[in-house]
C-alpha cells in the first residue's frame, strides 16, 4: 500500500454499538495521519430496526473487492453472525483481487473461507487496536508494515512447550469461531498446516469442548504444529501452562505445540498473516 490509497472499514459481523462512535472516529483519524483514506461500509453501527441481512453485508464487502481503488480491507466489527455473509460472496472476484481482509474473532470465519476457497492471504489483526491501550505502539508498527518499513507488526515472540520445530502454511484463529465452518465449504484444509488457536471466552469445559471436536474431526492427525495465542478467561483462572497443558492432553505427544502471549483479544496482540508459510523453531 502506498500513501494517499484508500482502505474500506466494514462490519461483517455484528453492527457496532453508538458507544464505539467516538473511538472508531478517532481511528479514522490516525488512518488519515498515516496517509490511508477510509471508505467506510454503509450502515456500521447497530440499529435493531434495521440490521442488514447477511446477503446484505456481503453486497457491501463485495463492491470493496470490485473496486480496483480500495487497497485493503478492515473489518472492525466481532461477534456471532459473520459466517452468514459466507454463501453470498463471490471467491472468485476475491481469488483475482489483491486485497487483504483484515479481521478478528468472529470474522475469523472470513479469513479462513477466503483464504481456503481463493489462496489469496488475509489477516488476523483488529485495526481497533490502533485506539487501544496499546495504541502508540500498535500505530507505529502497523504503519511501519503497512508501507513495507518492517515486519514488527507481525514479529510475535513464543515458546515451545512440545517439540522444537513446525513449518506450514497458516490457519485458523479463534477456536469457537474457527468450528463454525466444521462441515461447511469453508472449511480449511489442514493437512500440513499450522493451526492458529486462541480464545476470548471460555474457560476449561469449552476448551475441552472445541479440543474434543477438532479431535473428531481429525485435526491432530493432519496439522504440522499448534501455535497457540492467548486464551483470556482460561489464562485469567488458571494460567496459560493449564491450556498447554490441555492441548497437548488432546494433541497427542508427537503434535509441536508453541505458546505465544502476543496473539489473541489483547489490545497489545500483534498481527498473524493467515495463509502464508511460517517456520517457528527453538
Not at 493432519?222 to 478467561?233: N, P, V
Request: one cysteine or more; proline letters at 3%.
Amino acid at each position: 500500500m502506498k500513501k494517499g490509497e484508500k482502505a474500506a472499514i466494514v462490519c461483517c459481523s455484528n453492527q457496532r454499538p453508538q458507544s464505539e462512535k467516538e473511538k472508531i472516529r478517532k481511528l479514522y483519524q490516525i488512518l488519515r495521519g498515516m496517509g490511508i483514506l477510509p471508505v467506510c461500509a454503509e450502515r456500521l453501527y447497530a440499529d435493531e430496526e434495521n440490521r442488514p441481512a447477511g446477503e446484505a453485508r456481503a453486497e457491501q464487502l463485495m463492491k470493496f473487492y470490485q473496486d480496483d481503488s480500495i487497497r485493503e480491507i478492515f473489518d472492525i466489527s466481532g461477534g456471532d453472525i459473520a459466517n452468514e455473509i459466507l454463501p453470498y460472496l463471490d471467491y472468485d472476484v476475491i481469488a483475482g483481487s489483491s486485497k487483504r481482509f483484515w479481521g478478528y474473532s468472529d470474522l475469523t470465519t472470513v479469513i479462513n473461507a477466503v483464504s481456503h476457497k481463493t489462496g489469496n492471504e488475509a489477516v488476523l489483526y483488529q485495526v481497533k487496536n490502533l485506539v487501544g491501550a496499546s495504541g502508540e505502539m500498535q500505530q507505529k508498527a502497523f504503519e511501519n508494515y503497512l508501507f513495507q518499513k518492517s515486519e514488527e507488526l507481525t514479529g510475535f515472540s513464543y515458546k515451545f512447550v512440545q517439540k522444537n520445530f513446525m513449518k506450514g502454511r497458516t490457519a485458523g484463529g479463534n477456536i469457537r469461531c474457527l468450528l463454525k465452518l466444521a462441515g461447511t465449504p469453508y472449511w480449511p484444509d489442514l493437512q500440513g498446516k499450522i493451526l492458529i488457536l486462541e480464545a476470548l471466552g471460555g474457560k476449561r469445559e469449552q476448551l475441552i469442548t472445541y479440543l474434543s471436536q477438532l479431535k473428531q474431526l481429525g485435526v491432530f492427525e493432519q496439522a504440522a504444529g499448534i501455535l497457540l495465542g492467548t486464551f483470556t478467561a482460561m489464562e485469567k483462572e488458571e494460567g496459560a501452562e493449564a491450556v498447554c497443558e490441555l492441548v497437548r492432553h488432546f494433541a497427542g505427544p508427537e503434535m509441536p505445540v508453541a505458546k505465544t502471549q502476543e496473539i489473541g483479544h489483547g489490545e497489545d496482540s500483534k498481527a498473524v498473516v493467515i495463509g502464508r508459510d511460517l517456520v517457528l523453531h527453538l
